[in-house]
């Protein structure tokens, strides 16, 4: 790995364990062993570094929003794909520990960032309507922006509410507790099978914890 990359991968676990704030070029620099002079010859302050890494996020995680949409609502399927979103979220997750103060600090990642939280708003209701559509779902047009707006609200600030709430988790239960929060906002609009439903959550839910990748 070259320097650069280097760098970059030593900030981004640095600023998600300790947080953005508490964290110098000085203290990247120190943790790579190499000189502040070094560090800077490849990035000329934090705000580049911040930069490239969101820069790095917004492409994944755009990727991960433009997937092709299933009109069918199997609960593998949308189990596997919002553990995905919350994943590459958990990935980065210093955004989202401390996002309002980030946002204030850095004007060009908060530009970035409402870009792409209207690309979540987007998907999600494209998600809602197909599934409306298909008749899956039983829902009018007023409580679709309620529901979606909820869900946006609920992927974003999940990690730093799971923090507040149950101080630090291991990363699956979090990401899981997180999917399964999603699901269940969406439960109660099926046209059918609704208590169904909610038990298949909450088995593939219990199913996930136990699941061996969950074992230390």
Known sequence: ????????????????????????????????????????????????????????????????????????????????????????????????????????RYEIINKRFRKLLNLKFQTASSIITTLREANILAIDDDAVDVLVNNIIMTITYWIAYSNLKDGKQPEQILLHKGVFQVLSLIAPFLSQGKLEYRELCKQFYVKALASDSLKP
Do not use: C
Not at 24 to 34: H, L, R, S
Not at 53 to 67: R, T
């Open 1 to 104: 790995m070259k320097t650069r990359e280097k760098i970059l991968h030593t900030s981004l676990q640095l600023f998600n364990e300790e947080g953005e704030s508490h964290v110098t070029t000085v203290d990247i620099a120190n943790e790579m062993d190499i000189s502040p002079g070094n560090l800077y010859y490849h990035f000329k302050g934090k705000e580049i570094i911040i930069e490239i890494l969101f820069e790095k996020f917004e492409d994944e995680f755009s990727d991960i929003l433009h997937a092709p949409i299933n009109k069918e609502l199997k609960i593998e399927d949308s189990w596997y794909y919002l553990y995905v979103v919350f994943e590459e979220m958990y990935h980065y997750r210093f955004i989202y520990q401390n996002l309002s103060d980030l946002l204030q």
